[in-house]
C-alpha cells in the first residue's frame, strides 16, 4: 500500500521569499514517480512537477523544483520568490510506475503569499 | 486542444435522483480516471480506465458507474443520490508516456440535499 504524508495543513510565506512544502511517502513498489499539484481557491488541479524514482537529478521547472531524497522517502516542493498567485492548496501525490496504477493522494498544504 | 472537459460545472440534486457527470478528453489518452475529493481532503479514486470497454473500481467505487465506450469519453453515473456524495468530482486522463502526468478536467461541485 502507499501513503503519502504532509504534515504541514497551512503555511505562510513573505512575497518573494522561498518556501519549501514538505511530503514524505511510503511504498514497497520499486519504481514509481512523485507529483506535486497546485489546487487554487478556483478548484482546478493544476500540475506542477514530476520525480521519477530513479532519476538522478531533482526536478526543476521554473521556480518550483523537488527536492528529492530517497532513503528518506521525501519529496518536497520548493517554490523560489514566492508570488502572491501562488497561494493555494499544494497536494503532493505518488504512483507506482507502469499499467493503470492508481495515484495516492496526501492531504495538502494550503500556502498563503504575505505582501 | 481543449484537455480534459467536464460538464456540468455545479449540480444541486435531491437525495434519490440520478445524473450523469460527462468526462471529454482529446489528447486520446488510454487512461481515464473519476477522484471525488471531499472539503479538506486529497483526492480519492472511485474507478478509472485503461482504454475503451475496460473499466475497473478503485477506493470508492459503492454509488458509482462508468462506461467506457470511446476513448474520448468516459461518463460518471450516480445512482440514488446521497448525501454522501457531495463532493467535488474530478476526472483525469494520462497518456501512460513520460512524465506520465494526470491531467484533470475543472472538476463538478455536486450538491446533494
Known amino acids: 500500500a502507499q501513503k503519502i504524508t504532509q504534515t504541514q495543513p497551512g503555511m505562510f510565506v513573505q512575497e518573494k521569499e522561498a518556501v519549501t512544502l514538505d511530503c514524505t511517502y511510503d511504498t514497497s513498489d520499486p519504481s514509481y514517480g512523485l507529483f506535486w499539484y497546485k489546487q487554487p481557491s478556483s478548484g482546478e488541479m493544476i500540475f506542477l512537477i514530476y520525480q521519477g524514482s530513479y532519476d538522478q537529478q531533482n526536478a526543476t521547472e521554473g521556480r518550483y523544483s523537488l527536492n528529492f531524497q530517497k532513503a528518506r522517502k521525501s519529496a518536497n516542493l520548493v517554490i523560489s520568490a514566492s508570488q502572491l498567485g501562488d497561494s493555494a492548496m499544494y497536494f503532493c501525490?505518488?504512483?507506482?510506475?507502469?499499467?493503470?496504477?492508481?495515484?495516492?493522494f496526501g492531504t495538502g498544504t494550503k500556502l498563503q503569499v504575505i505582501p | 486542444n481543449a484537455g480534459v472537459t467536464q460538464t456540468p460545472k455545479f449540480r444541486i440534486l435531491k437525495i434519490g435522483q440520478s445524473m450523469t457527470l460527462q468526462c471529454a478528453q482529446d489528447?486520446?489518452?488510454?487512461?481515464m480516471y473519476w477522484y471525488r475529493q471531499d472539503p479538506g481532503m486529497g483526492l480519492k479514486l472511485i474507478y478509472y480506465s485503461v482504454g475503451a470497454g475496460i473499466t475497473d473500481k478503485g477506493e470508492v467505487p459503492n454509488g458509482y458507474n462508468v462506461s467506457r465506450s470511446t476513448t474520448e469519453d468516459f461518463p460518471l453515473r450516480l445512482e440514488l443520490a446521497a448525501p454522501s456524495q457531495t463532493s467535488v468530482y474530478f476526472c483525469?486522463?494520462?497518456?501512460?508516456?513520460?512524465?506520465?502526468?494526470?491531467?484533470f478536467g475543472p472538476g463538478t461541485r455536486l450538491t446533494v440535499l
Open positions: 483525469a486522463s494520462r497518456d501512460g508516456e513520460a512524465p506520465d502526468t494526470q491531467y
Open positions: 489528447m486520446n489518452h488510454n487512461y
Open positions: 501525490a505518488m504512483r507506482p510506475t507502469g499499467g493503470y496504477q492508481k495515484v495516492t
